[in-house]
């Protein structure tokens, strides 16, 4: 395996591992914030529709607003992850349609089942497997879709050829995903995929569409839909979920302080930290779950200044359109 390759692959583990712990997490998190940020990026309208189960503020748009709903039409969802545009899809598709889900974390189609059975949804079929090598045959879907995860692909020039391969001719690629305006900071690019919002494997515009026009693809929109990505940041920042308290010992004391800070629902999750007197270190327990991970007071404070950032200084929520074209 190549360099290249196996920093590639590095990079989907560190992704799926992320978007797995988002799955497990808990089932009722601050869903006033949820709310606000599901109308910000899917509009009032739709909003309205979305499961709030599978909402795990992790979209950058609206994927589906530009399918052209008919009976009988097969849609892909790329990264469909809990399913927030798979059951969209399923309300609006109509009863001969098929929605097809496609994740690479099992943690994540298991959400959806679960939300499936409590739904009692039947339209929609769920493949475990990576964008880079879809499962399906040839020229099946009329569509396909993906939201802000096709930045997150390492190998963009491959998954391209693979969303080309499963499209019927004339099907259409529509999908929300991360762009980006300038260069990122050496520091967002390495860590955004944990702390700011995913956008450090976002790549320029033009690069963007010579990678959608290499697949095949005719007809490319890359349009800007001006959507507040610093909504991200407070998503990576408290994981969507309720209060928790947090001691931490105040430096060279042995004074403890009490912080309000948002986090699970669960007295599961607590962090400890040793005083700055000694070898700094914090040891959190992940969130809703026992495991637990080092946090060096050096990356803590990389992640504050992390998410100072304006990331709409360096990159933008675009909406995506390429046509296979017909033969």
């Excluded at 909402?55 to 008919?70: H, K, M, Q």
């Excluded at 109509?94 to 974390?105: E, F």
């Excluded at 050496?186 to 963007?208: F, L, T």
Aim: charged share 35%; with cysteine; aromatic share 4%.
């Amino acid at each position: 395996m190549t360099e290249e390759k196996q920093k590639q692959e590095k990079q989907v583990k560190e992704v799926k591992g992320y978007y797995s712990s988002l799955a497990t997490e808990i089932e009722k998190p601050n869903e006033e914030k949820r709310k606000e940020i599901a109308k910000h990026f899917y509009g009032e309208k739709d909003s309205e529709l979305l499961e709030e189960e599978s909402n795990l503020c992790v979209s950058c748009g609206n994927p589906t607003a530009d399918i052209y709903w008919r009976e009988g039409i097969t849609i892909l969802d790329l990264g469909c992850g809990s399913g927030i545009d798979l059951f969209l899809s399923a309300k609006k598709i109509g009863k001969t349609g098929t929605v097809i889900g496609l994740d690479m974390s099992e943690e994540m189609l298991n959400r959806t089942r679960k939300i499936m059975e409590k739904k009692g949804i039947t339209n929609i079929k769920l493949l475990h497997g990576r964008i880079e090598k879809i499962p399906l045959e040839d020229n099946v879907c009329d569509y396909v879709t993906s939201n802000c995860v096709l930045n997150l692909v390492p190998d963009k020039a491959q998954a391209f050829s693979e969303i080309f391969r499963v499209l019927k001719p004339g099907g259409i690629l529509t999908a929300s995903d991360i762009v980006l305006k300038k260069t990122l900071p050496q520091e967002i690019k390495e860590d955004s995929i944990k702390y700011v919002g995913c956008i450090g494997g976002a790549i320029m515009p033009e690069k963007y569409q010579e990678n959608l026009e290499n697949a095949g693809f005719t007809s490319v929109v890359i349009e800007d839909v001006h959507k507040d990505l610093n909504m991200h940041k407070w998503v990576m920042n408290s994981s969507c979920c309720g209060k928790k308290k947090e001691t931490v010992k105040s430096c060279c004391s042995n004074k403890e302080v009490t912080e309000t800070k948002c986090s699970c629902n669960t007295e599961k999750q607590t962090e400890t930290k040793k005083s700055c007197c000694s070898n700094e270190q914090e040891t959190k327990k992940s969130c809703c779950s026992n495991e637990t991970q080092e946090i060096t007071q050096e990356e803590s404070e990389k992640r504050k200044k992390l998410l100072e950032y304006d990331l709409n200084d360096y990159a933008c929520s675009s909406k995506i359109l390429a046509k296979k074209p017909r033969k």
